[in-house]
């Protein structure tokens, strides 16, 4: 009996404490992991998106920026950090294929999952002179010539191309490049054919009339590009792109992660964080922990149909 009561009396004090913690929090700097290169989309995200939220939280966040294996080494370093508020992840899609192609050990659940910050579809993109002018035109020929049109691709392998070509039945021949800033020249300069990345990582080129855009890869049309027409306008079901977030650790407590989350909505809906999104065309897509860990398992379910 003695021992029951000891025990109950630990777990209230503990239960104070973490009450109390999460009270006074934040007390000190906040430091954000971004897992993919300083200059990158999601290094300028996650930046922004800090630098809106330290205004709310009224203490610093730094930007660590923790590199390699496509985002798995900064990532996994993130989760394994203490789980006390202190240190948050930037989170991206990666989260959900790489581990299922053992390229990473740390899964989604290694997470409490804060909120998602942005989605953005893939949109099929060939130069300005191309005789592809509809995704019908760029699928009859990958029809007629199996493995012969040339796919810039910005990663390997390429979800993007991987739900086109298995919804239509159609093989591209995919060139690999390191990134949208390797793709695009590639298309403009034809050595390759086409090319699948986000709105904002073309928006340069479209605006300018070097790029041509084929069909948007979303429920609906977005408004950086409201003249595309989506692929499901043209009679294709298909639908994929990216997102970001952020995470911190698994046993952070659910006080702290709710004090953040509030900080990071009001972040996005800052007038800051706004304007950089809207120059960058990139589309801010915020759901709350609950729906946005639901958001990834369903994701995490999709990229397995690619992943054999």
Same mark, same amino acid.
């Given at each position: 009996?003695?021992?029951?009561?000891?025990?109950?009396?630990?777990?209230?004090?503990?239960?104070?404490?973490?009450? @109390?913690?999460?009270?006074?929090?934040?007390?000190?700097?906040?430091?954000?992991?971004? !897992?993919?290169?300083?200059?990158?989309?999601?290094?300028?995200? $996650?930046?922004?998106?800090?630098?809106?939220?330290?205004?709310?939280?009224?203490?610093?966040?730094?930007?660590?920026?923790?590199?390699?294996?496509?985002?798995?080494?900064?990532?996994?370093?993130?989760?394994?950090?203490?789980?006390?508020?202190?240190?948050?992840?930037?989170?991206?899609?990666?989260?959900?294929?790489?581990?299922?192609? $053992?390229?990473?050990?740390?899964?989604? /659940? /290694?997470?409490?999952?804060?909120?998602?910050?942005?989605? +953005?579809?893939?949109?099929?993109?060939?130069?300005?002179?191309?005789?592809?002018?509809?995704?019908?035109?760029?699928?009859? %020929?990958?029809?007629?010539?199996?493995?012969?049109?040339?796919?810039?691709?910005?990663?390997?392998?390429?979800?993007?191309?991987?739900?086109?070509?298995?919804?239509?039945?159609?093989?591209?021949?995919?060139?690999?490049?390191?990134? @949208?800033?390797?793709?695009? !020249?590639?298309?403009?300069?034809?050595?390759?054919?086409?090319?699948?990345?986000?709105?904002?990582?073309?928006?340069?080129?479209?605006?300018?009339?070097?790029?041509?855009?084929?069909?948007?890869?979303? %429920? %609906?049309?977005?408004?950086? =590009?409201? +003249?595309?027409?989506?692929?499901?306008?043209?009679?294709? +079901?298909?639908?994929?792109?990216?997102?970001?977030?952020?995470?911190?650790?698994?046993?952070?407590?659910?006080? =702290?992660?709710?004090?953040?989350?509030?900080?990071? /909505?009001?972040?996005?809906?800052?007038?800051?964080?706004?304007?950089?999104?809207?120059?960058?065309?990139?589309? =801010?897509?915020?759901?709350?922990?609950? %729906?946005?860990?639901?958001?990834?398992?369903? +994701?995490?379910?999709?990229?397995?149909?690619? =992943?054999?």
């Amino acid at each position: 009996m003695k021992k029951l009561l000891k025990t109950a009396l630990i777990s209230a004090g503990l239960l104070m404490s973490a009450s @109390s913690f999460a009270a006074d929090y934040p007390t000190k700097n906040i430091r954000l992991i971004v !897992p993919f290169g300083a200059g990158g989309g999601t290094d300028a995200v $996650g930046r922004t998106l800090a630098n809106s939220a330290e205004k709310i939280l009224d203490t610093s966040i730094s930007v660590m920026n923790r590199t390699g294996g496509a985002g798995a080494v900064g990532m996994s370093f993130g989760a394994r950090q203490r789980a006390d508020g202190y240190t948050l992840t930037v989170v991206t899609r990666e989260i959900a294929s790489l581990p299922q192609m $053992g390229l990473m050990q740390n899964t989604a /659940d /290694d997470f409490k999952l804060i909120r998602m910050v942005n989605l +953005d579809p893939a949109v099929i993109l060939v130069p300005a002179d191309s005789p592809f002018n509809t995704v019908s035109d760029l699928i009859a %020929e990958a029809k007629k010539m199996p493995g012969k049109v040339k796919f810039a691709s910005t990663a390997a392998p390429n979800f993007y191309l991987m739900a086109l070509e298995q919804a239509q039945d159609i093989k591209l021949n995919a060139v690999p490049y390191n990134g @949208s800033s390797e793709a695009i !020249p590639s298309v403009l300069g034809h050595h390759t054919q086409v090319t699948m990345v986000t709105p904002g990582e073309a928006i340069a080129q479209l605006r300018s009339g070097q790029l041509k855009a084929l069909g948007v890869m979303s %429920e %609906e049309r977005i408004a950086y =590009i409201p +003249d595309v027409p989506t692929l499901k306008e043209q009679g294709f +079901d298909v639908t994929t792109g990216t997102w970001r977030g952020i995470g911190a650790p698994k046993d952070t407590p659910d006080e =702290i992660i709710e004090i953040l989350g509030n900080a990071f /909505d009001q972040a996005m809906a800052s007038a800051e964080f706004k304007e950089f999104m809207s120059k960058g065309a990139m589309t =801010i897509h915020p759901l709350k922990a609950q %729906e946005f860990t639901d958001f990834v398992k369903k +994701d995490t379910e999709v990229l397995s149909k690619f =992943i054999k």
